[in-house]
């Protein structure tokens, strides 16, 4: 199976466990990471006027299709093209008239740059995740996280949610 992960890198133990970074809800309350062990998390910076906002729909799927074993948390961003410039609220209200979005949904977030977001940085630093470095290149780009905590892969934009490269590590 092909992997974007490099070859030369060899995966080290996580310097820091996943489920101790505090991150908000988009209600401004905090997500505690740790009630989801023992479950796939699937993280996906998200936008409301993106060309890839219609993968909301299958992210909505994933999450009800898999719920028992995968959380799905979409994570605002308005880094790309300014492309989520709205509220908490006007981002929840459209989430759920135009999706129907039921899953978790964070506070609006930097994914790159010096303001990263500390759940960022773990899931694009080797030396934080353990796995590999990588760089959030555009909105409803995804990061897997195993049962245990652990960066399992990543996938670009044009990778749908409903995928077999994610698909298959849930069955």
Not at 127 to 148: A, P, R
């Amino acid at each position: 199976m092909f992997s974007i992960f490099s070859k030369s890198k060899a995966q080290t133990s996580p310097s820091e466990s996943i489920y101790n970074i505090k991150i908000n809800s988009l209600q401004e309350e905090p997500i505690d990471l740790s009630q989801f062990k023992n479950k796939y998390i699937l993280f996906v910076n998200v936008a409301s006027k993106c060309g890839f906002t219609g993968q909301y729909d299958d992210l909505q799927k994933l999450h009800e299709t898999y719920q028992d074993k995968l959380v799905v948390i979409g994570v605002p961003c308005n880094q790309f093209g300014g492309q989520e410039p709205g509220t908490f609220k006007e981002i929840e209200t459209f989430c759920k008239q135009n999706y129907g979005v039921t899953f978790l949904m964070t506070e609006k977030v930097d994914v790159k740059g010096n303001n990263q977001h500390p759940l960022y940085q773990w899931l694009t630093k080797q030396s934080k995740n353990g796995k590999t470095d990588s760089s959030v290149k555009w909105n409803f780009q995804k990061y897997l996280v195993g049962k245990n905590g652990e960066l399992i892969d990543y996938y670009f934009s044009v990778t749908n949610p409903l995928n077999d490269k994610i698909i298959n590590h849930l069955k």
